[in-house]
């Protein structure tokens, strides 16, 4: 338990929360101690908490995202498939108490079960530490690396495009400003253009990628403007 709670980055106060955290029904129902559960209704709890921490922390780090971008984006990140690989690095298949049956089916390394136990442990860690250190854990442990995700697979080019629909009669265009390098390693330059005026510009090793970095800027700033007339607007009705 003590290595776990290194990986894990949090020490226990009442270490019966992490062994139920643990706990299989398979192993409640066999060993039929008196008071003994299992993670599920832990599991239940860390879900809602997981849940939202993912999308407050999206909410504010990406205010670029639209709603169904955001939602897309959190469900990935906290997917079985994601948990289960956060389970893999902390080693929690190794610490769980399972019935015979579901060890013998290889029960530590099912997707669906070592999913549930992240969960289960973030919800026995809120019950401890309350609901900073549950977030803390998601942070360090689930949320990782995701605005190098992001970045990696958003389409600014069509955010883009959508938030200037907002609006009736916008006109979005890309303008090659220009090129330079050898052939086999070219630098493409490109800006965009918002009814006719630059909002944005940027560079990358071919036009597409430019163009993606230009969205990028363009996106940022116009974002940026809006919530400053939003503050303005705030201002001038006080």
């Known amino acids: 338990m003590r290595q776990l709670q290194e990986a894990i980055g949090y020490s226990f106060r009442d270490l019966s929360l992490l062994e139920t955290a643990l706990t299989h029904t398979s192993y409640a129902n066999e060993v039929c101690k008196d008071g003994l559960r299992s993670y599920e209704r832990l599991e239940f709890l860390g879900d809602s908490i997981l849940g939202f921490t993912a999308a407050d922390y999206l909410f504010g780090a990406f205010p670029e995202l639209h709603e169904g971008e955001l939602t897309k984006l959190r469900a990935e990140l906290v997917c ?13 298949g190794n610490c769980l108490r399972l019935g ?9 390394r099912r997707v669906s079960i070592i999913a549930d136990v992240v969960e289960a442990v973030i919800a026995a860690i809120y019950l ?3 609901l900073a250190a549950a977030k803390r854990f998601i942070y360090d442990h689930v949320l990782v690396d995701v605005k190098a995700r992001v970045k990696l697979n958003a389409d600014y080019k069509t955010m883009l495009q959508e938030l200037v629909q907002q609006k009736k ?4 265009s890309y303008e090659l400003l220009g090129e330079s390098g050898p052939d086999h390693d070219k630098t493409f330059s490109v800006r965009v253009l918002l009814n006719g005026a630059p909002v944005g510009s940027g560079e990358g090793t071919s036009k597409k990628r430019a163009e993606q970095a230009a969205a990028r800027q363009a996106l940022e700033a116009l974002t940026a403007n809006t919530a400053e007339q939003k503050k303005e607007e705030v201002t001038c009705k006080k």
Request: proline share 0%; aromatic share 0%.
């Open 169 to 172: 009669n916008q006109q979005l």
């Open 80 to 92: 079985e498939t994601s948990l289960a690989e956060t389970a893999k690095k902390l080693g929690l």
């Open 100 to 108: 015979k049956g579901e060890e013998a089916c290889g029960g530590r």
């Open 128 to 130: 401890d530490g309350g």
